[in-house]
């Protein structure tokens, strides 16, 4: 298997993992909640390293770089929806 090959068998994989998550429905309260409390709400790698008020650097926030950013977005989404609307549990604990 050459190179291209190998690209192409990680991107086909790849694609299938975003239509399988793309696809997904949430019927289960318990998993709703569990991946709301686990897909955070904003990325938590972004940083802003200060010492006595000056800001030292600043560590971009990096989630996006994830091939699958998109999706679990959308899942955890999904997710709140779900406890919203058909639980009718209040959401704003997991923001």
Do not use: W
């Not at 000056?54 to 899942?75: A, H, T």
């Amino acid at each position: 298997m050459d190179l291209s090959n190998k690209a192409q068998g990680h991107n086909s994989l790849l694609n299938q993992l975003r239509n399988q998550l793309d696809i997904l429905e949430i019927r289960d309260y318990k998993l709703a909640r569990l991946l709301c409390k686990i897909i955070p709400s904003h990325c938590p790698f972004e940083r802003t390293v200060s010492i006595l008020g000056r800001i030292i650097f600043r560590i971009p926030p990096l989630c996006k770089l994830n091939p699958l950013y998109e999706q679990i977005v959308s899942l955890r989404f999904k997710c709140l929806v779900y406890l919203a609307d058909e639980c009718g549990e209040d959401v704003t604990k997991y923001c």
